[in-house]
């Protein structure tokens, strides 16, 4: 399968913004579907992934109560909402996809083996 995200870009502290990842290829449907993002001398963190028909969602700490993930299986997108924006936030947000019934690892970059090529998220202060 292969991933194309977009809608990123610069936005105020405070602000929001939609992500898009377009898939290509596979049973979208079956694939959990995650995003992550890597700032600056960072590692890749986890942000939020679907699990495989939507079964159920996942977050990360930072960005609990902020971000929403939703995906829509007759477009093979995966959407990421994300309210109230922080300088924190700031980074390249890469879309991911699994073909495998992951839970435990689910934060784990590792245990996806589908990448995008991310979208840079700027939020100034």
């Known amino acids: 399968v292969q991933l194309q995200a977009s809608g990123g870009g610069l936005v105020q502290a405070g602000g929001s913004l939609r992500l898009s990842c377009v898939a290509s290829?596979?049973?979208?449907?079956?694939?959990?579907v995650a995003w992550f993002r890597q700032a600056p001398g960072k590692e890749r963190e986890f942000v939020a992934a679907?699990?495989?028909?939507?079964?159920?969602?996942h977050y990360g700490d930072s960005v609990k109560d902020r971000f929403t993930i939703s995906r829509d299986n007759a477009k093979k997108t995966v959407y990421l909402q994300m309210n109230s924006l922080s300088p924190e936030d700031t980074a390249i947000y890469y879309c991911?996809?699994?073909?495998?019934?992951?839970?435990?690892?689910?934060?784990?970059?590792?245990?996806?083996?589908?990448w995008g090529q991310g979208t840079q998220v700027t939020v100034s202060s």
């Open positions: 290829g596979g049973t979208f449907s079956t694939y959990t």
């Open positions: 679907s699990r495989r028909y939507g079964s159920s969602t």
């Open positions: 991911a996809a699994s073909s495998q019934a992951i839970l435990s690892t689910i934060r784990n970059p590792n245990s996806f083996g589908y």
